[in-house]
């Protein structure tokens, strides 16, 4: 079957680091999404890989390793408004979205 | 303001009621979606429409219906739900359906609660 995994919850200080990794078993695969959600808000774009290697935008970050079915996202200077849930999707062979049930980021003073 | 309005923004029903949910999309996309997001699960996929076509259907009972009546508009009605439909539901489109780098955008759901 079709997974993905990625931690419920992580809680990290303002103005730190924090990396969300993402493991993903899809059949065929076209590409790696995170998106970002706020609480009661819609899902927003944040970064799309399909090629190996660090895409940097900003003080975000996403990585992506195909032979390890691997990505995570790099977040940097965090500020409170970074807390939200941050989803990982992975495109199939079939171009569908496989979904994670999203990482919730806590961010303390 | 992300280019995808859902009404209404909160939803309360009995489960013998009829609604709809709206949502409507100004990006000129032609791929427009429906999800539903349950706490602590990953979004599942409902209904997918392409130029008004539904092209995908992952097993959703029949208590629920979509209907496309242009490539702006998405709607999704509702009758005898049960209490486990509960949720939020979320809108999206897409320039494109079958596209692996096509982005989406969604609204900001409708939280439904079937009492």
């Known amino acids: 079957g079709q997974n993905i995994d990625q931690p419920t919850e992580m809680t990290a200080t303002e103005g730190a680091i924090v990396q969300i990794n993402c493991t993903y078993q899809?059949?065929?695969?076209?590409?790696l999404f995170w998106y970002q959600q706020h609480a009661g808000e819609a899902p927003t774009f944040l970064s799309y890989?399909?090629l190996d290697g660090l895409e940097e935008k900003g003080r975000f970050s996403s990585f992506l390793s195909r032979s390890k079915g691997y990505s995570y996202l790099l977040l940097k200077e965090l500020q409170m408004k970074d807390s939200a849930s941050y989803l990982c999707?992975?495109?199939?062979?079939?171009?569908?979205?496989?979904w994670g049930a999203g990482t919730k980021l806590i961010i303390k003073p | 303001e992300t280019g995808v309005t859902q009404t209404p923004r909160h939803l309360v029903m009995g489960m013998t009621n009829k609604k709809s949910l709206k949502c409507e999309q100004h990006?000129?996309?032609?791929?427009m979606y429906w999800y539903k997001q349950s706490a602590k699960k990953p979004l599942e996929l409902m209904f997918v429409?392409?130029?008004?076509?539904?092209?995908e259907n992952n097993s959703v009972p029949s208590r629920f219906s979509p209907e496309c009546p242009n490539s702006s508009h998405l709607f999704l009605h509702l009758h005898t739900l049960q209490p486990e439909d509960s949720a939020l539901y979320l809108c999206?489109?897409?320039?494109?359906?079958?596209?692996?780098?096509?982005?989406?955008?969604f609204g900001q759901g409708t939280r439904l609660t079937v009492v």
């Open positions: 990006l000129g996309h032609n791929a």
């Open positions: 890989n399909v």
């Open positions: 999707a992975a495109v199939d062979s079939n171009y569908q979205l496989i």
């Open positions: 429409y392409s130029l008004e076509e539904r092209v």
């Open positions: 899809t059949s065929g695969f076209n590409g």
């Open positions: 999206a489109s897409s320039q494109e359906e079958g596209r692996g780098d096509a982005e989406a955008f």
